[in-house]
């Protein structure tokens, strides 16, 4: 016997409460094995691949690409054999009886008590995180089987590490998970024709949605212009950028720094260090560092506006901006205050070539307590950038320039930069962001030539 299963959006974060379909990577009729990508899905921090949880066919796409829906949405169809899911657990996906199939299917007007006593089982804790999926399929584990300690009874990647731990992982995983996949896809008698498979969102027969811009009283381009349509990740940058600058009033500042030993501290060390690291030895190391040094200083920068309160983080998580061809990410550097000079070098590296490589994960995103930005990159030598949200303010380090700089009445070639500041003005003045500048100015100029990396 053959059923049907939907595959859901998972709870990828706890702060998730949507996502959007990216693009479909398998067809209706194309066969799909348990854990292999089906789609790529966009969220507010990263771009994720939906791994299917069965073994099957997908025989229908239910959410076209482009479309934005919650979490728990189902998205597609994986038909299996009676039997044959593969021996795992079915995750977040909702099984559902398919004798009937297709439109049949789609008009029956309820579902039956025990394919909702399923689903209710599935809830918070069945919704796996890929990590979770990914880990639990290495050793063989069942995650329905494990006792979860996230939220709402959520099974995270420590539990699955910790019943690995416990040695038990290879003695009752495996009959379980078999045991699970077979009593989840199984049909309910006499309910088949009740169930409802799908109740809104795209159909085979139906075009898939991408959203365009509207441009009023013009249907085609004119002569002089073309059109571009907005894809997700664009709409996404556009949504959270729209919220900051609503609803954060900011304020800017600037500093100008003579980085004149920099450049000669940079330039004695970076050959060696690259040979010894093996990464390149960049002017956004030490910024961090002189930018978290003035947190440590006046932790008020590092918090959050909540109405009645501001909550000041005891962490310094830099959120770090990672521009590339199509959008901006924001990968996080958890605990700089913990980390050297070399430290930093090598997480800046690291982050850009994942960001680079679309390889970022929603744990390299989250968490982010302050945003740096190196507009300099661009050859900037002045911003004025929006924050993120919901964060406090965001810096960015300018172009270095040589420029001629009076020194003691005379005229001397310095390397100058810019250092500007978005601030926002409910939580945050222009006398504590002016010292809070000046630190980061004094711990710049203060590197030279004996300054240690390690």
């Not at 731990?165 to 008698?189: C, I, L």
């Not at 958890?334 to 070098?345: D, P, Q, Y």
């Not at 190196?374 to 300018?398: K, R, V």
């Amino acid at each position: 016997m053959k059923t049907v299963t939907e595959i859901v959006v998972p709870q990828l974060a706890e702060s998730l409460v949507s996502a959007t379909i990216d693009k479909w990577l398998k067809q209706p009729g194309d066969p799909v094995d348990v854990y292999e990508p089906i789609c790529e899905m966009i969220t507010d921090k990263v771009n994720a691949e939906l791994p299917s949880t069965l073994k099957g066919t997908l025989v229908k796409i239910l959410v076209g690409e482009g479309e934005t829906v919650p979490v728990g949405t189902p998205v597609c169809l994986i038909e299996t054999e009676d039997g044959s899911a593969g021996g795992e657990a079915p995750a977040y996906a909702a099984s559902v009886p398919s004798a009937a199939g297709g439109a049949d299917a789609e008009n029956r007007p309820t579902a039956p008590a025990a394919a909702l006593q399923t689903t209710g089982e599935a809830g918070a804790r069945a919704r796996f995180s890929p990590a979770v999926l990914q880990l639990a399929a290495e050793h063989g584990i069942n995650p329905a089987h494990l006792h979860g300690t996230g939220l709402g009874g959520r099974v995270t990647r420590k539990d699955v590490l910790a019943y690995i731990a416990s040695g038990a992982a290879g003695q009752t995983a495996q009959p379980g998970a078999r045991s699970t996949a077979a009593s989840v896809s199984q049909p309910v008698p006499g309910a088949e024709a009740h169930v409802p498979v799908r109740t809104t969102g795209l159909h085979l027969t139906q075009p898939t949605r991408q959203p365009q811009i509207e441009v009023e009283g013009q249907q085609i381009p004119g002569r002089g212009e073309y059109f571009i349509d907005v894809t997700p990740v664009r709409s996404t940058i556009a949504r959270n950028m729209r919220q900051s600058a609503t609803e954060i009033p900011h304020g800017w500042m600037m500093i100008e720094v003579d980085v004149t030993n920099l450049v000669l501290l940079r330039s004695k060390l970076r050959d060696e260090f690259m040979k010894r690291e093996g990464v390149n030895l960049t002017y956004l190391a030490f910024f961090i560092k002189a930018v978290v040094n003035a947190i440590r200083d006046f932790p008020i920068i590092n918090s959050v506006w909540a109405v009645d309160k501001i909550i000041v983080k005891r962490d310094i998580n830099i959120s770090l901006a990672v521009g590339t061809e199509e959008a901006v990410k924001t990968p996080v550097i958890r605990n700089a205050e913990h980390k050297t000079i070399s430290g930093l070098a090598r997480e800046i590296d690291d982050l850009a070539r994942k960001t680079r490589e679309g390889k970022l994960t929603l744990a390299d995103m989250e968490g982010g307590t302050f945003t740096v930005n190196n507009t300099g990159s661009f050859g900037s030598i002045l911003t004025q950038p929006i924050i993120n949200y919901p964060q406090a303010a965001i810096i960015t380090f300018e172009s270095i320039v040589k420029r001629p700089m009076v020194i003691n009445d005379m005229i001397a070639v310095r390397s100058m930069a810019n250092v500007c500041l978005s601030l926002d003005h409910r939580i945050l003045d222009g006398v504590i962001c002016g010292r809070f500048l000046q630190r980061v100015k004094d711990t710049l100029e203060s590197f030279n030539l004996d300054t240690k990396l390690y």
